[in-house]
T-cell receptor, first 113, second 110 residues
Framework: NAGVTQTPKFQVLKTGQSMTLQCAQD?????MYWYRQDPGMGLRLIYY???????DKGEVPNGYNVSRLNKREFSLRLESAAPSQTSVYFC????????????FGPGTRLTVL | RKEVEQDPGPFNVPEGATVAFNCTYS??????FFWYRQDCRKEPKLLMS???SGNEDGRFTAQLNRASQYISLLIRDSKLSDSATYLC???????????FGRGTSLIVHP
């Protein structure tokens, strides 16, 4: 039982390049989330998926797209990376009820030059 | 005003000390409350949920004050291994989308 896994762990991009961050969970959770964490800013929600087949914007969606590929997998795509997207990206999952807790992946450290 | 506010610290305490963190929230409809712990360069992990009657888990005690809209975390007999950032998390009624505070940094020194 791996929990939430993310790939890659580290990535360096040049401005304008694209990439996809992968996330998978093996806990049969309904909801999945993508956050970014910057120094002094805390965790900010980029996109979330309440259930398979649905996605919604969070607090900071600009510059990102997501795909809920199936119940297990939720990917985050940067179409044209910008230096402002340098951050640590965390994927999380939860059952999807108000009282439940989130489980986080180990994060992807992305640098955009 | 941010939805969830925490004192960023750092709180710098000696081993064995008792330390308390507060977190205030602005949405009076909030129903679910949690404390997460995040170690340096690691992912956040659930420390404990916060129940209306308050709850305790070993050296950790969490309290909820709905009237004043804050939650607290008390750590007794601090250990070096307690050094981390503590995140306050609030969910509003009926929502599964949590709102995270920016975290409070704790440093426990020998």
């Amino acid at each position: 039982n791996a929990g939430v896994t993310q790939t890659p762990k580290f990535q360096v991009l040049k401005t304008g390049q694209s990439m996809t961050l992968q996330c998978a969970q093996d806990m049969n959770h309904n909801s999945m989330y993508w956050y970014r964490q910057d120094p002094g800013m805390g965790l900010r929600l980029i996109y979330y998926s309440a259930s398979e087949g649905t996605t919604d914007k969070g607090e900071v969606p600009n510059g990102y797209n997501v795909s809920r590929l199936n119940k297990r997998e939720f990917s985050l795509r940067l179409e044209s990376a910008a230096p402002s997207q340098t951050s640590v990206y965390f994927c999380a999952s939860s059952q999807g009820s108000p009282a439940d807790t989130q489980y986080f992946g180990p994060g992807t450290r992305l640098t955009v030059l | 005003r941010k939805e969830v506010e925490q004192d960023p610290g750092p709180f710098n305490v000696p081993e064995g000390a008792t330390v308390a963190f507060n977190c205030t929230y602005s949405n009076s409809a909030s129903q679910s409350f949690f404390w997460y712990r995040q170690d340096c360069r690691k992912e956040p992990k659930l420390l404990m949920s916060v129940y209306s009657s308050g709850n305790e888990d070993g050296r950790f005690t969490a309290q909820l004050n709905r009237a004043s809209q804050y939650i607290s975390l008390l750590i007794r007999d601090s250990k070096l291994s307690d050094s981390a950032t503590y995140l306050c998390v609030v969910k509003s009624g009926g929502s599964y989308i949590p709102t995270f505070g920016r975290g409070t940094s704790l440093i426990v020194h020998p």
